[in-house]
């Protein structure tokens, strides 16, 4: 449903993406009703592509327009939005000097039952080039298992020691379970899409393999 906001009308790709889609449900969930000034501050779209994304998702019953209260979400809308907060969760920027050499910054976002949906997706390698595919410069998957970090290789699992910046920053999140994966996206510093590169991996990746 997300991936369908954003399709192209007449050959032309809209200047949003999912990442902006998801954004919208995860915000009016929070808190609404939000005005349209308010997305798009929010969510650093310009005033004709809120317009355009608003107009989709009402043309699908996600949102409703109140002319004096603002956005709302319909019922549908709801249940979408407490559908993927339950399978995405954003991390937030992660330490990653220690795996990664050079200035980056890297956004990470846990995926629910992510480890199983990696493999059917077509396994890490498949999941990193998707990231790096939307935008980003490079990509990490690491998966949570018992309560200890693995960064999965061609023929095993690599347990992640010596990185305890990461591990704790990880680890300390209550929302994640042996079984998630955590992917992060690998930007240059000052990117300001870093989080929309590894957030809308995750929706494709939800889409084609999620229940």
Known sequence: MISDLVKPLRGVPPRFTAYHAYMVLIELLRDQPLGRQALMKKLGLGEASIKTLIKRMRERRLILVDRVAGVLLTDDGRR???YVRSYIHLLGYLPIKELCQG???????????GVDMVRRYGGPLAVRDCIVRYGADGALV???VKSKLYLPTPVELEELTGANKIRDAVLKYEGLESG???LISICRPGDVNCPSYVVNAVIEVLGRVGC
Not at 103 to 113: N, R
């Open 142 to 144: 690491m998966y949570l």
């Open 180 to 182: 998630d994966a955590v």
């Open 103 to 113: 200035s980056y910054v890297g956004f990470g976002v846990g995926l629910k039952e």
């Open 80 to 82: 979408i939005a407490e």
